[in-house]
């Protein structure tokens, strides 16, 4: 298949990338570097000595959208782009509509015009209504407590009411629980800009020295140790998972939905003991107060992913810790 990546210069999009590359696909990617670096196209290629195709470009432009279906005989999009910070999405809720929602539509209107039917969605477990209790399975209640959440909301519903209304759409909302770890090539991996938000990134930076500690957000959840408890999937399995998808699901019609987590949940110091075995660096932390919004479990239900699609997460949060500090070091040298 020759696969159109939207933001495919990213973390997730680029690992992406590199599996696409190694089952022998054609990768074309747009990015419009908001959040990534330019040389993320030469990694990729030493990677899996092959070439890509890259178009530095907006997926809200119309025009540049046109351009790339044009010049390539696209046969599938798995649309990554968009912005993610839960954060400055409550601050700026403009920016994350205007881009997340509009990025979507250009691109799936551009696909109609080109006869592109297949569309795959870099969705979030933060789809899920809050009130409902893990494992979260894919028939459970949506509801979004953020605009960076209602953006995935409104996109997965949008692809519902495609495949309604057109018989040829065949949309896959994948649903990422939380991706860390890199590339075992120490060539890919997140980088964040400032000071990060989520937790494997700011383990990483009180490691190399650039932060001093970690704050731990809460210690009287009622979890196993009090801290709060996600399911960390490593990125490597994460991008398996398009491919699956992809391959399984490229000759259907309608609108899928899939988990793609572990089904295991690990604490906040669990993952920070995980780390200190894994890479022999201590972490230095301090407990504070719970930080708002914030969930006290949050995992996947993986067993429709595994059923239908033949795939699971099979690296441990071991390897991912020992993946994401060996990227981390590297960003130093
Ligand atoms: P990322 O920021 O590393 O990658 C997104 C890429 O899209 C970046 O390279 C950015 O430059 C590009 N981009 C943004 N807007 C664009 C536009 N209008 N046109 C072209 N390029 C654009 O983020 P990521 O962690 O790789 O996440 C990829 C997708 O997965 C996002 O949609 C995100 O919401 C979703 N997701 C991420 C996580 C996570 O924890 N990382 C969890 C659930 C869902
Ligand atoms: C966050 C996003 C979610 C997104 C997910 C993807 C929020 C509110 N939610 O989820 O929309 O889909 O990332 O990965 O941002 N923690 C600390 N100290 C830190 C950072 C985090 O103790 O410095 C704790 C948190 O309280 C939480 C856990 O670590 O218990 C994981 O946090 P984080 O990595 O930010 O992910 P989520 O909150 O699960």
């Given at each position: ?278 890479t022999g660096v201590e972490i230095p932390y301090q407990i504070e107060g719970r930080r708002p919004g914030d969930l006290a479990t949050v995992y996947a239900d993986p067993a429709k992913a595994e059923q239908d699609l033949g795939w699971k997460a099979t690296r441990t949060i071991k390897e991912a810790c020992a993946s994401s500090w060996a990227f981390q070091q590297g960003l130093k040298k």
């Amino acid at each position: 298949m020759n696969v159109l990546v939207t933001g495919g210069l990213g973390y997730i999009g680029s690992h992406t990338a590199v599996a696409l590359l190694e089952r022998n696909h054609d990768v074309v990617v747009v990015d419009n570097l908001y959040n990534a670096d330019r040389d993320v196209k030469e990694r990729i290629e030493k990677i899996t000595g092959k070439s890509i195709k890259f178009y530095e470009g907006d997926c809200v432009d119309p025009e540049a959208m046109e351009r790339i279906f044009a010049e390539n005989d696209i046969d599938c999009v798995i649309h990554f782009a968009g912005y993610k910070a839960v954060g400055e999405s409550v601050r700026i809720p403009t920016k994350y509509y205007r881009n997340n929602l509009d990025s979507a539509l250009t691109v799936l209107e551009t696909m109609k015009n080109h006869n592109c039917n297949v569309f795959v969605f870099s969705s979030s477990a933060t789809v899920y209504r809050a009130d409902q209790k893990s494992p979260l399975n894919e028939t459970m209640e949506l509801g979004a407590s953020n605009p960076y959440g209602w953006t995935k909301v409104m996109i997965e519903r949008f692809m519902e009411d495609l495949a309604v209304a057109d018989e040829d759409f065949c949309g896959i909302s994948l649903r990422y629980f939380n991706p860390i770890g890199a590339h075992e090539s120490t060539l890919l991996g997140e980088k964040p800009v400032g000071i990060p938000n989520n937790l494997m990134p700011y383990i990483c930076q009180v490691a190399d020295g650039t932060l001093e500690y970690l704050h731990v957000f809460g210690d009287d959840y009622d979890t196993p140790d009090g801290t709060g408890v996600r399911d960390y999937i490593h990125v490597v399995d994460l991008a398996l998972g398009h491919v699956a998808a992809l391959e399984k699901l490229y000759e259907q019609k309608g609108m899928f939905k899939y988990n793609l987590g572990t089904g295991r949940g690990t604490s906040v110091l669990e993952l920070v003991n995980a780390f200190q075995e894994a890479t022999g660096v201590e972490i230095p932390y301090q407990i504070e107060g719970r930080r708002p919004g914030d969930l006290a479990t949050v995992y996947a239900d993986p067993a429709k992913a595994e059923q239908d699609l033949g795939w699971k997460a099979t690296r441990t949060i071991k390897e991912a810790c020992a993946s994401s500090w060996a990227f981390q070091q590297g960003l130093k040298k």
